[in-house]
């Protein structure tokens, strides 16, 4: 028995390489470095807003009403960034917006990634007509443009902020189950997948301890792009207004609000499509220094 432990052991794919050696290829991209920094200096802004942020994000200064931001004539350091129609502080409710952001794109990320990987599996694993059925139904889900499926959940379950996250869940779900269906299928054929049935190893353990870990570079990955997508998909729908309601700032909602003063006061509405526009795109770049780190064969020339 030990020696066809250590036969499977020999056999199966190394292990990704030491984090030195990862950090060593993520920061050869010096594009991914800084998305990382802009990523890790957004995060910890929403983590700590209630100390960072100047003021509370719904509290209304009546006075200050539409103040433009302090390098406009007419502007108060007391209010850095400006003041919305309705004397709230622009900066603290684009930082207090982050959280909300952030918060939706990495719920929607970890609850894809349960799921996607307990279907992807399974339907790997029992194959024949589970494998069909949970293979439809993704296809069917993937058929639906994701933003009109979206406004269909939202539409039946009620607009709230945790019917956002079920709703961008439902939509970006299918890509990790078909991901982990494919990565596990070029794995099941390997030969340490098949020395660990000879073995005896139990279907539970093979799926989730002798091929999951040897899947989850490309998951990764996906999991990192795909907090991008929810935050855009969770800001489409507070635009709508069928994401988080007023008066959480989250930042779709606050476009949203401040539309009709595109014109008259366009840093009200400037503010919160550039948190989304650099937020999106660090994510986004963090997310290709990941790919080439973890798939070198993927780097680009």
């Given at each position: ?10 056999t ?18 010096r ?8 990523v890790?200096v ?43 129609a ?7 409710r684009?930082?207090y917006g ?40 993704m296809?069917?889900i993937?058929?639906?443009p994701?933003?009109v ?21 439902v939509?970006?779900?299918?890509r990790?189950?078909?991901l982990v269906?494919g ?9 340490y997948?098949?020395a ?30 795909g907090?991008?997508?929810a ?14 309601q ?31 526009l650099?937020t999106?795109?660090?994510v986004?770049i ?6 080439d780190?973890?798939d070198?064969?993927?780097k680009?020339?």
């Amino acid at each position: 028995m030990v020696a066809e432990t250590e036969a499977v052991a020999a056999t199966a794919p190394k292990r990704p390489g030491q984090l030195a050696d990862f950090w060593a290829s993520f920061s050869e991209n010096r594009g991914a470095v800084i998305g990382l920094v802009f990523v890790g200096v957004i995060a910890l802004m929403a983590i700590f807003a209630p100390f960072v942020a100047p003021h509370s994000p719904i509290e209304q200064f009546r006075n200050f009403t539409k103040l433009p931001p302090v390098w406009e004539a007419g502007g108060n350091w007391s209010f850095p960034l400006g003041t919305d129609a309705l004397g709230r502080d622009a900066l603290s409710r684009l930082i207090y917006g982050a959280r909300i952001s952030l918060f939706i794109g990495l719920m929607v990320m970890s609850v894809s990634i349960v799921i996607g990987v307990i279907l992807g599996l399974v339907a790997t694993f029992a194959g024949g007509v589970v494998d069909m059925i949970i293979m439809r139904i993704m296809d069917l889900i993937i058929a639906i443009p994701s933003l009109v499926l979206a406004i269909l959940v939202v539409a039946i379950l009620g607009p709230s902020l945790e019917n956002t996250i079920i709703a961008v869940t439902v939509v970006y779900m299918p890509r990790y189950v078909r991901l982990v269906r494919g990565s596990a299928m070029s794995e099941i054929g390997k030969d340490y997948v098949t020395a660990a049935r000879v073995i005896g190893v139990g279907t539970f353990r093979l799926m989730f301890i002798t091929v999951l870990p040897n899947c989850l570079a490309p998951l990764i990955v996906q999991a990192a792009l795909g907090v991008s997508d929810a935050i855009l998909e969770a800001a489409a729908l507070g635009f709508l207004g069928l994401g988080a309601q007023p008066p959480i700032p989250e930042w779709g909602a606050m476009l949203a609000d401040n539309r009709e003063f595109i014109r008259s006061n366009p840093w009200i509405v400037t503010l919160p499509g550039l948190a989304i526009l650099v937020t999106v795109v660090a994510v986004n770049i963090m997310g290709d220094g990941l790919r080439d780190a973890l798939d070198p064969k993927l780097k680009r020339g």
